[in-house]
């Protein structure tokens, strides 16, 4: 620890007096010791100092009255006055212009060499500097192994976060991509900004919550941080393009049933659970960077991919759908791309299990990307014709997408719609049958057609919507609910 004017007065050795007042503060630490005998050695001063001197050019009361105030004005810790020399004892008017300024004055006896005072203050600063630099090595081994041990960047800022007192945050294109303290607002004047090299132009950015202490580790870490970023996208961009072969060989329906199971399980994807996609197209130049950004935290345990063809550039991410609301996450999906400077619509297809399901969430999504809204909901597609388009269609996904709102109805309020639809649809959209058959005023028949409608957006007196929902009922039938 760096030695002040009371631990020399408390040396016996040295044998130092004070001199100054008893208000005059001796804790401040020495950083070094200049010894002189200019008349004014201000200009040879950085601060700090304890000033070392026989006084052999301060002759008169005015000359030791300026070199008190000279040495205020360098920001010196004290005088350190040796007598015996040029005088036998401090002089007066020395110690009187001190206390003004409140400097502390000490008295060095002739016996007490000048240089053991230096080498005391020199041998204590070696020691805390050689302290300093063990704990900082100790530091750097601390932050190397967090990575080494597969720990990643959230364990290494948590250490570094303790190492220097403060909450740390890690940006990329101006979005929080990691934090000790999530959801801080990083950039205003209470941070320390410390700029992130990872050579992709993504203006990674090391936030310090102020104040923090920081003894040289600050800069270590920064290297560290570049390089395990670096890492980062690199492996991103190689896993996204192996997820983008698979889903490419899924779009494109060339895989068998188990198959397509397997290869979709190693991205972890559930084939069994219902999945949906969302989706990104984005001109040539901007395409490495859909290939490495980061996905906003609402879609992190989501699956991303890319796919290159000659007409097309795209993100997908596949979504579990017990994510949430489905405009929720492709609204964050495109809140991130304008952080990254990509300007385009976020396309989503709807949820369906299987490898089948997800290959038409797929087409889904990108025919909703064209239609130019930054963020786009899947329309509704036609059982009729995905059972003319296709063998392979989530038909049982479709049947729940029209008939759930009835089934959910009927459940919440003890109603019976979707008894009174089969009844209608079967009897060929006669009223008065349906309230024959199942003992009802034609008013009420009639009742619960407009609630029909109302929740399922399909009309049963119109012969499409009609054709739609004797489908549904027709397939919900065939795979009953378990």
């Known amino acids: 620890m760096a030695l002040s004017l009371a631990d020399l007065i408390m040396v016996p050795n040295l044998l130092l007096k004070n001199m100054g007042s008893s208000r005059t503060p001796l804790n401040t630490p020495i950083d070094w010791v200049a010894v002189t005998e200019l008349e004014n050695p201000q200009a040879f001063l950085s601060g700090g100092e304890l000033v070392l001197t026989t ?33 036998d004892q401090v002089p007066a008017a020395l110690i009187a212009e001190a206390n003004r300024w409140a400097v502390p004055v000490v008295e060095v006896p002739y016996s007490t060499p000048f240089i053991a005072i230096g080498k005391l203050v020199a041998d204590a600063r070696s020691s805390d500097h050689y302290a300093k630099l063990e704990r900082l090595l100790s530091q750097h081994q601390i932050l190397a192994r967090s990575l080494l041990t597969g720990g990643g960047l959230p364990t290494l800022l948590r250490k570094l976060a303790a190492m220097v007192g403060s909450d740390l945050v890690i940006s990329q294109y101006g979005g929080e991509v990691f934090a000790t303290s999530p959801g801080s607002a990083f950039n205003d004047d209470g941070w320390h900004a410390v700029a992130l090299s990872t050579g992709k132009r993504d203006a990674s950015t090391l936030w310090l919550r102020k104040p923090f202490h920081d003894d040289g580790i600050v800069d270590y870490a920064r290297g560290l941080i570049s390089i395990e970023l670096n890492n980062l996208l690199q492996r991103r961009h190689t896993g996204r393009q192996i997820a983008g072969q698979v889903l490419a060989d899924v779009v494109r329906g060339t895989l068998d049933a188990p198959d397509a199971a397997a290869r979709l399980e190693s991205l972890n994807i559930n084939p069994a659970a219902k999945n949906l996609v969302l989706l990104i197209a984005a001109e040539e130049a901007k395409f490495p960077t859909l290939s490495t950004m980061t996905l906003p935290a609402e879609l992190e345990t989501a699956t991303a991919a890319v796919m290159k063809t000659e007409d097309h550039n795209e993100l997908l991410v596949i979504a579990p759908a ?142 499409p919507d009609r054709v739609q929902l004797w489908l549904a009922l027709a397939v919900r039938r065939l795979s009953p609910p378990a």
Request: hydrophobic content about 40%; cysteine-free.
């Open 55 to 87: 006084g052999a050019r301060q002759g008169t009361a005015d000359a030791q009255r300026s070199f008190v105030r000279q040495i205020r004005r360098a920001g010196a810790v004290g005088i350190g006055f040796g007598v015996g020399f040029e005088h």
């Open 322 to 463: 017990t994510l949430g609301d489905p405009a929720v996450l492709g609204r964050a999906l495109s809140r991130r791309m304008n952080d990254v400077g990509i300007t385009g619509s976020v396309g989503i297809g709807g949820a369906y299990s299987q490898a089948n399901g997800l290959r038409w969430s797929y087409f889904e999504a990108r025919e909703a990307a064209s239609r130019g809204l930054d963020v786009n909901v899947p329309e509704r597609l036609s059982l009729t014709s995905l059972l003319l388009a296709s063998e392979d269609v989530p038909m049982a996904d479709m049947a729940q997408e029209a008939l759930g709102p009835l089934v959910s109805f009927d459940k919440a309020h003890g109603a019976e719609l979707v008894d009174t639809l089969d009844s209608y649809l079967r009897l060929n959209g006669s009223v008065a049958a349906v309230a024959e058959a199942l003992t009802l005023h034609r008013n009420t028949v009639r009742y619960r057609l407009t609630q029909i409608a109302e929740l399922t957006g399909y009309d049963p007196a119109l012969t």
